[in-house]
Nanobody, 128 residues
């Protein structure tokens, strides 16, 4: 059974930092991109960041560029999201996602249908 388990969410003041982790199990994700999405209350799920298999390429939503960093440890099958300079508008449930298709360009990584597996989400709340 494939599982993606996120951790690291919580409550933080504006300007603070959090590091999210997503541990994958149940199958190999060798060669496949992984990403983070988020969904704020009453809004649609949106792309946050994605990273290719070897970590040579990463992509970010404009809203988080320069503040968030995605990384991965393939030995641990874990992807991370370091979030700095957090803003109240970053408040959302953050979801980890794993693709099972070959990398087909940066645009594909920003789209939810690219990803076959999803975690249960972790809440991030940024107070002003």
């Amino acid at each position: 059974q494939v599982q993606l388990v996120e951790s690291g969410g919580g409550l933080v003041q504006a300007g603070g930092s959090l590091r999210l982790s997503c541990a994958a199990s149940g199958r190999s994700f060798t060669g496949y991109p992984m990403g983070w999405f988020r969904q704020a209350s009453g809004k649609e799920r949106e792309f946050v960041a994605a990273i290719t298999w070897r970590g040579l390429s990463s992509y970010y939503a404009d809203s988080v560029k320069g503040r968030f960093t995605i990384s991965r440890d393939n030995d641990k099958i874990t992807v991370y999201l370091q979030m700095n300079s957090l803003k109240p508008e970053d408040t959302a449930v953050y979801y980890c996602a794993a693709s099972t298709g070959a990398y087909s360009g940066p645009y594909s990584l920003t789209r939810a249908p690219t990803y076959a597996y999803w975690g249960q989400g972790t809440q991030v709340t940024v107070s002003s």
